[in-house]
């Protein structure tokens, strides 16, 4: 597509229930991350996928974390038994294979904004 | 300690001037290189200038202009000609050498809440 596209844009959910978040990244490029952003905060970065290698999950704050991505395609954030302080906006950015010029850039989506009551 | 350092968490401009946003760094990695992100109110975060700890000259983009001066470590943006639609969240942020053509680490300030007015 022509940018990144995330859903749902907005997500409230009670504590103890799963949530999914969803990523459709720019056609063609094969590098996709995940990062988390809690109010007033930087960026968090949480998890990284590059083609078919194995996924960078070294920022995954818990092991109620998970993410997929079948090929280089769209992604999933799972979060399961969502606590309070998992409240934030879950952005995903995408870019071209790390060894080809112009790899520099991310472009981001728009982010899913979860709070969980 | 933070790694990358924005000491204005609010800024206010008169639209049609110039305004810098602060960015200082620390790193000992000789080759590093430096980003600027705009967040607007819509959430996105979207890439404004890139400078390389090696490049010459200091990048441009647009209105978008970086004064990087290496040696106080220090990586300011410069907007000319501010508009109202330059209100956002700017954020600096720098990926070093041992993450060099990944970006995954990239390490984020906290970012400036910039706000324009007519």
């Known amino acids: 597509g022509a940018g990144v596209s995330q859903s749902p844009s907005n997500k409230v959910t009670e504590k103890g229930k799963d949530v999914e978040l969803r990523c459709d990244p720019i056609?063609?490029?094969?590098?996709l991350y995940w990062y988390r952003q809690r109010l007033g905060q930087g960026l968090e970065f949480l998890i990284y996928?590059?083609?078919?290698?194995?996924?960078?999950k070294s920022g995954l704050p818990s092991d109620r974390f998970s993410a997929e991505r079948t090929g280089e395609s769209v992604s999933t954030l799972t979060i399961q038994r969502t606590q309070q302080e998992d409240s934030a906006v879950y952005l995903c950015?995408?870019?071209?294979?790390?060894?080809?010029?112009?790899?520099?850039?991310?472009?981001f989506g728009a982010g899913s904004r979860l709070t969980v009551l | 300690a933070q790694k990358i350092t924005q000491t204005q968490p609010g800024m206010f401009v008169q639209e049609k001037e110039a305004v810098t946003l602060d960015c200082t760094y620390d790193t000992s990695d000789p080759s590093y290189g430096l980003f600027w992100y705009k967040q607007p109110s819509s959430g996105e975060m979207i890439f404004l200038i890139y400078?390389?700890?090696?490049d010459q000259q200091n990048a441009t983009e647009g209105r978008y202009s970086l004064n990087f001066q290496k040696a106080r470590k220090s990586a300011n943006l410069v907007i000319s000609a501010s508009q109202l639609g330059d209100s956002a969240m700017y954020f600096c942020?720098?990926?070093?050498?041992?993450?060099?053509?990944?970006?995954?680490?990239?390490?984020w300030g906290l970012g400036t809440s910039l706000a324009v007015n007519p």
């Open positions: 942020a720098m990926r070093e050498r041992s993450n060099a053509g990944n970006n995954r680490k990239l390490i």
């Open positions: 950015a995408s870019s071209l294979e790390p060894s080809r010029a112009g790899a520099n850039v991310l472009t």
């Open positions: 400078q390389g700890s090696y």
């Open positions: 056609s063609g490029h094969t590098a």
């Open positions: 996928f590059q083609g078919n290698s194995a996924p960078d």
